[in-house]
């Protein structure tokens, strides 16, 4: 049974911190990239940050400077370290594994809320 296990999210004020994790469990075959999409009301989920196995990062430009995410192969967890973090950064953050067979799987979501 897969499992992805998220933590990490809450309320942070505006220029904050916050950093999600998410393990990955059950997967039977390799891990190839990991990472997190958001989705607002209303709006489709957008993609945040991944990272490949080799290290390889994608952000978007919206985060770049701001979130760095990484991943621990051999626990197969993936963690994004979000600073400074933005009104606009509200939304609720799903953790993102891609196998190789490219069977994608989805965490269940985490509330990040960035308010004063």
């Known amino acids: 049974q897969v499992q992805l296990v998220e933590s990490g999210g809450g309320l942070v004020q505006p220029g904050g911190s916050l950093t999600l994790s998410c393990a990955a469990s059950?997967?039977?075959?390799?891990?190839?990239?990991m990472g997190w999409y958001r989705q607002t009301p209303g709006q489709e989920r957008e993609l945040v940050a991944l990272?490949?196995?080799?290290?390889?990062?994608t952000r978007a430009d919206s985060v770049k400077g701001r979130f760095t995410i990484s991943r621990d192969n051999a626990k197969n967890t993936v963690d994004m370290k979000m600073n400074s973090l933005k009104p606009e950064d509200t939304a609720v953050y799903y953790c993102?594994?891609?196998?190789?067979?490219?069977?994608?799987?989805w965490g269940q979501g985490t509330q990040v809320t960035v308010s004063s």
């Open positions: 993102y594994v891609r196998d190789s067979r490219w069977n994608v799987y």
């Open positions: 059950g997967i039977t075959r390799a891990i190839n990239t």
């Open positions: 990272v490949g196995r080799s290290g390889t990062t």
